[in-house]
T-cell receptor, first 114, second 109 residues
Framework: EAQVTQNPRYLITVTGKKLTVTCSQN?????MSWYRQDPGLGLRQIYY???????DKGDVPEGYKVSRKEKRNFPLILESPSPNQTSLYFC?????????????FGEGSRLTVL | GQNIDQPTEMTATEGAIVQINCTYQ??????LFWYQQHAGEAPTFLSY????GLEEKGRFSSFLSRSKGYSYLLLKELQMKDSASYLC??????????FGAGTTVTVRA
């Protein structure tokens, strides 16, 4: 089954404790992206990647890191989480950059930073 | 990023038609997309416009006017299952995708 898989789905952590949210897709997609969704603000892009070893900042990259060492994986790293990073996070992928709007989304990861 | 505006909420009756407008201001427009998101779920792709005009997909249609920075999503023959949030998204020349805050549509019997 074609899918985007995120882990963990739910996480409660404390300020400053490094964490990684994994994202994996099995569709051989070139383009991958991370979003956070907050009430009233909609989806905001954190980082995106057009292919292996190519990553670019989205609209809200501060406090986050990503890597794209393999085509299928695109982990989101919070080196020192803060309460303002409490949010619902979505990973998404599409076949190629020119199909970057036709995204397949993961189920989301709800993160709470205390 | 882009500046994307859409109404916050809309209510309509089952069987009716609803039009959700989206206006945007962008540098380097490279496509407009509509997504549906049911409460507690991930967004799912609905439609894509890159040229002016109407794209029809069953009960859903999407329109784009690039000169006016304007799009709408038209939902016909509304069903209860169409109650959801509808997200307008704009892609730029660098393939960065920006979303509006979403329009929550409530369908009443």
């Amino acid at each position: 089954e074609a899918q985007v898989t995120q882990n963990p789905r739910y996480l409660i952590t404390v300020t400053g404790k490094k964490l990684t949210v994994t994202c994996s897709q099995n569709m051989n997609h070139e383009y991958m992206s991370w979003y956070r969704q907050d009430p009233g603000l909609g989806l905001r892009q954190i980082y995106y990647s057009m292919n292996v070893e190519v990553t670019d900042k989205g609209d809200v990259p501060e406090g986050y890191k990503v890597s794209r060492k393999e085509k299928r994986n695109f982990p989101l790293i919070l080196e020192s989480p803060s309460p303002n990073q409490t949010s619902l996070y979505f990973c998404a992928s599409s076949l190629a950059p020119d199909r970057a709007g036709e995204l397949f989304f993961g189920e989301g990861s709800r993160l709470t930073v205390l | 990023g882009q500046n994307i505006d859409q109404p916050t909420e809309m209510t309509a009756t089952e069987g009716a038609i609803v039009q959700i407008n989206c206006t945007y201001q962008t540098s380097g427009f490279n496509g407009l997309f509509w997504y549906q998101q049911h409460a507690g779920e991930a967004p799912t792709f609905l439609s894509y416009n890159v040229l002016d005009g109407l794209e029809e997909k069953g009960r859903f249609s999407s329109f784009l006017s690039r000169s006016k920075g304007y799009s709408y999503l038209l939902l016909k023959e509304l069903q209860m299952k169409d109650s959801a949030s509808y997200l307008c998204a704009v892609r730029d020349e660098d393939y960065k995708l920006s979303f509006g805050a979403g329009t929550t549509v409530t369908v009443r019997a």
